[in-house]
């Protein structure tokens, strides 16, 4: 990490300390402006003299017996460094406003850290560099003198064939109290890897409440693995969220893109859900000094990249014409996706771009990637909100922008990535096409933990298959569709609810994916929330497992000389187009030789190396016949 990144830490470190003193949390009920006076109203000034909210689904109560204040902690490590959240019930005014980190060595407890608590938002934060990754390591914060949460490091799984991640998303406060029919069998199942895409909570202006809700609801899962949690719009109290670089929003529902609510507060939410996470690749805060997060995270032998679908994303209103009931909702049967498709308009931004451009040539650590991020890439979805309440097409994916939604597939494709995400409340995977239909990658939306706000229906209108269907699906809707924004997808499977109204119905669950570095496959498992019938099994249509090769879908036309490596085994090739530039494809191959495909006639570079492609290259390699046995020696 830079000086300068370092510097700002301390500099934080220093000034959450100086906030965070007794006199400040007592008086400062107005952290964030006298604009919004409530924000996060039951965690901030006189906050235990506040009677309890009223109404059917209030959050859990902040005052608590003071040996149970650690309300949670989660972590991630990578590549030496251990970053780990504590988080805090909102202290009193006479309370220390400092945490200890501890660690287990020869039965043994050690303090190697303390950290100042923040305020607001009650949260303490750790980081120990040169951490040994090889070995379990028990930890525990403290507060005060009885204060404690403990829980385990878990040692990388590298040497594991098969890596499992649990997708997760979209956890509903309409419903409260424990989750235990997921967490107990997610103990069972007993991920390396938690991710929890967005929408932890629906509390909105109420984020450190409902964040400490949502950990007391997953805390026995938490507390012992890496977890990944990303906001997404409803964590910052937004309907919908279109960051636009960071600038504000004026317009109700936020169409007009950027954020409504103060920069203080956006920067909380982002602090208590993401500070654990590996540094940014790119720390420099968007506008008006709001925070991002985006970054990558090794485990085991997969490299993820994590995105912010959100932040920089084009908001519609007022940049395309309205053709329907909202900015963002288009019912008109005769308008064209083409319109839509402004120049201009952005979707993940041209940072993060970078960012996959980089990290699509680094393969250090690595054997397979994927990317995570909170929403799909493109509107698989046909009914909103209700059964019969059919939309043509939901600006609120990333399905649209279409421009750049094709420039974010090809980046996931050059490496043969996956996508895992939430968002919308309905489980599916598909076949992204770029092109043509299955060109691109596959990508899999976790169905809603808890499906209480807003159920969503796969039902095409014909309510026939598409072409090419899967064959022996008990699914009648799969195949090839062109989703409402126009782009060419194939579906796999989905989990309609069956009836929203009915907790046991509505298509509550979560998703498995299943790594298999050996077999070079990813599985996906699709499972309810409660049991059926006294079982528990997964979802019609899934599993279903692919090979990794297939995240590139195109056809090769002709190959390049069969590449044999002299001194190393299983290394980085990247193919590029000499005519334009384009890298075609990056890759880490497997075994003494591979034989590059390409898709287009003419001259290609091609340049290899044990982790990065940058030890041997040859220009000008022009493309033989599909049958061609020309061989090229590599040597490192």
Request: glycine share 8%; with cysteine; net charge neutral.
């Amino acid at each position: 990490m830079n000086f300068t990144r370092r510097l700002f830490i301390k500099l934080s470190a220093l000034l959450a300390l100086w906030r965070g003193g007794p006199l400040q949390a007592q008086t400062n009920g107005k952290p964030f402006g006298t604009d919004f006076p409530n924000l996060d109203s039951l965690a901030v000034g006189q906050w235990w003299m506040k009677p309890l909210p009223k109404g059917a689904n209030p959050p859990p109560p902040m005052d608590v017996p003071r040996d149970q204040v650690l309300a949670f902690a989660l972590y991630t490590q990578d590549r030496g460094t251990l970053k780990l959240t504590a988080q805090l019930y909102p202290l009193k005014p006479d309370e220390p406003r400092e945490t200890r980190l501890e660690l287990q060595k020869e039965n043994e407890w050690i303090e190697v850290a303390r950290q100042p608590v923040i305020y607001p938002g009650w949260s303490s934060h750790f980081r120990i560099e040169k951490w040994d990754d090889t070995q379990d390591v028990r930890y525990r914060v403290r507060h005060g003198k009885d204060a404690i949460f403990e829980g385990l490091i878990r040692r990388d799984p590298r040497d594991k064939d098969v890596i499992v991640v649990a997708n997760m998303s979209c956890n509903s406060s309409r419903t409260t109290g424990a989750r235990a029919e997921i967490v107990d069998h997610l103990k069972a199942q007993d991920p390396d890897l938690l991710f929890f895409a967005g929408d932890q909570t629906y509390r909105h202006t109420e984020h450190t409440a409902g964040w400490i809700e949502f950990g007391l609801q997953f805390r026995d899962i938490i507390r012992d693995r890496p977890t990944i949690t990303i906001p997404d719009d409803h964590d910052v109290g937004h309907p919908n969220l279109w960051g636009e670089n960071g600038r504000r929003s004026t317009l109700s529902g936020n169409a007009d893109g950027g954020y409504f609510y103060p920069v203080e507060y956006v920067n909380l939410v982002q602090r208590q859900q993401t500070w654990h996470l590996p540094d940014p690749v790119d720390p420099e805060p968007i506008e008006r000094g709001i925070g991002v997060y985006f970054t990558r995270l090794r485990l085991g032998g997969i490299d993820f990249a994590i995105l912010e679908d959100r932040t920089f994303k084009s908001g519609p209103a007022g940049k395309i014409p309205k053709m329907g009931p909202r900015p963002d909702h288009i019912n008109d049967p005769k308008y064209d996706p083409k319109s839509i498709d402004v120049p201009g308009l952005q979707l993940l931004g041209e940072r993060q771009h970078k960012f996959l451009r980089d990290w699509s040539a680094d393969w250090t650590g690595a054997e397979v990637k994927a990317v995570l991020s909170q929403t799909a890439f493109c509107g698989a979805v046909h009914m909103h909100g209700k059964r019969n309440d059919r939309l043509l097409a939901d600006l609120d994916c990333n399905g649209w922008p279409q421009t750049p939604r094709r420039q974010a597939l090809e980046d996931l494709r050059r490496v043969q990535a996956v996508h895992l995400c939430g968002d919308q409340h309905l489980a599916v995977v598909v076949k992204h096409g770029i092109d043509q239909f299955g060109d691109g990658p596959y990508g899999f939306t976790s169905p809603a933990l808890v499906n209480t706000i807003y159920g969503r229906w796969w039902h095409p209108e014909n309510e026939q298959p598409g072409p090419n269907p899967v064959a022996g699906s008990p699914l009648p809707w799969t195949g090839d569709f062109k989703d409402g924004l126009g782009n060419p997808i194939s579906m796999m499977a989905y989990a309609n609810p069956t009836d929203i109204t009915d907790e046991q119905r509505r298509g509550d669950g979560y998703g498995l994916v299943r790594f298999d570095k050996r077999q070079q496959q990813i599985t996906f498992e699709c499972w309810p929330r409660f049991e059926v019938a006294g079982q528990r099994t997964q979802y019609p249509g899934w599993p279903i497992t692919i090979a990794m090769r297939d995240n590139d879908g195109r056809k090769p036309i002709a190959y390049l000389p069969e590449l044999v490596f002299e001194n190393v085994e299983s290394p980085v090739v990247q193919v590029t187009r000499q005519d334009t530039g384009e890298v075609v494809y990056s890759l880490r191959v497997r075994g003494k030789s591979f034989r590059p495909p390409v898709f287009a006639a003419g001259e290609y570079s091609i340049s290899v190396g044990k982790d990065r492609p940058d030890n041997w290259r040859r220009t000008g390699v022009r493309s033989g016949s599909i049958d061609s046995d020309a061989k090229m020696s590599v040597r490192l």
